[in-house]
């Protein structure tokens, strides 16, 4: 019986996270319709996308697995720039923007989620503050490769090379161009990114997060992070649910890198630096760890809020982190969540009678 309560309970929170995205995407694509939504909102419908699948793949790692990470916009950058570069060199054989948007985004989460797996090796090993620190260095030495990193096509392939004085060593031939040009990152990018290729990308990405949480797999990442003694002590392999966990979620984040970065004409490296980590980081916090539709809603919220405080000039990030504060020091009030739990037990109350 309790069994079966837990399921349903779990079926259901499924079901409202879904609810919730497919409902909001039907009310925007009505308000772009009828002209109800400005033209600056709209160009924030992508980003806002990116940003919620950044957040739920983070979640994953924070708050499921219990390990914090301060990196996780280099797996955001990776996805970025090898996602352009796949889409840029499959212009001719896939000239379908739909089929070839979908590729690059995949090639993004394959390269995001090899890195990942390299960078996991080491850095799983440890745990705490030290994961973090390792975790932002990877971030920086990323952002570091990508400024010196000049990446060219032409007819006989890629060419790749570094730390050169310009664009004009890379040897194309045959009408090449540069794709990837060092410290000025990519231009002429082929805008292919829509709001519905997010709201898809949104929808996988919940797919994927809340089966791998409600399987087997899920329970011993979660048995891991509650207490690894006990865990290693009934046969669970640690490191390997560690890296699973850990390597799916850098593969989400190439997925939104690449979605983010064909949004826009140019991207350079310093985008995706250690503020852009720890945006994101702010939105898993606040939408609550291990709860995706929190951090749904708390990216959607946070990207939508400074464009809304543009009335206030100068002052619009100070009124943002003032807002921003007040809303972490009311989620974390004793009196706030006991309102909470007295309407969610008040509900409950009222379903028990009507079931009766």
């Known amino acids: 019986m309790t069994k079966s309560r837990r399921l349903t309970k779990t079926t259901r929170s499924s079901i409202f996270t879904y609810g919730l995205v497919i409902t909001a995407y039907v009310i925007l694509q009505i308000m772009i319709l009828t002209g109800a939504l400005s033209s600056s909102m709209q160009g924030l419908l992508v980003p806002i996308c990116a940003y919620v699948v950044m957040a739920i793949s983070l979640n994953l790692t924070?708050?499921?697995?219990g390990e914090l990470s301060l990196g996780h916009a280099g797996f955001m950058s990776v996805g970025a720039f090898s996602g352009v570069v796949a889409a840029v060199g499959l212009a001719n054989a896939v000239p379908g923007a739909g089929l070839r948007l979908a590729l690059a985004m995949l090639i993004g989460a394959l390269?995001?989620?090899v890195m990942g797996f390299l960078i996991g090796i080491p850095v799983l090993r440890l745990k705490g503050d030290y994961l973090a620190i390792v975790t932002l260095a990877f971030g920086e030495i990323i952002k570091s490769i990508l400024n010196n990193l000049y990446v060219g096509i032409d007819g006989s392939g890629l060419h790749f090379g570094m730390l050169l004085t310009g664009a004009d060593q890379l040897g194309l031939q045959n009408g090449g161009k540069v794709v990837i040009g060092g410290a000025m990152g990519i231009s002429n990018i082929p805008q292919l990114s829509s709001f519905t290729a997010g709201f898809l990308l949104i929808l996988v990405t919940l797919f994927i997060v809340l089966n791998l949480i409600h399987s087997r797999s899920g329970r011993a990442i979660m048995a891991q992070r509650d207490n690894?003694?006990?865990?290693?002590?009934?046969g669970i392999n640690v490191t390997k649910y560690k890296m699973m966990a850990f390597v799916v979620s850098?593969?989400?984040a190439g997925a939104a890198g690449t979605l983010f970065a064909m949004n826009f004409s140019t991207i350079v490296a310093n985008k995706f630096d250690f503020n852009t980590s720890?945006?994101?980081l702010v939105f898993v916090v606040l939408g609550g760890l291990g709860n995706m539709w929190g951090s749904i809603l708390s990216a959607a919220a946070l990207t939508i809020l400074p464009e809304l405080l543009r009335k206030f000039s100068n002052y619009r990030m100070l009124v943002y982190a003032i807002v921003l504060i007040l809303v972490m020091l009311a989620t974390n009030s004793p009196s706030v969540r006991l309102f909470f739990m007295r309407l969610r037990g008040r509900k409950k109350a009222e379903e028990g009678a009507k079931n009766e």
Not at 62 to 65: D, E, H, M, Q, R
Not at 228 to 234: D, F, G, H, P, W
Request: aromatic share 0%; hydrophobic share 75%.
């Open 278 to 280: 720890i945006l994101i």
């Open 111 to 113: 390269c995001a989620a």
């Open 228 to 234: 690894r003694i006990a865990a290693e002590s009934v």
């Open 62 to 65: 924070v708050g499921i697995l």
């Open 250 to 252: 850098a593969a989400l």
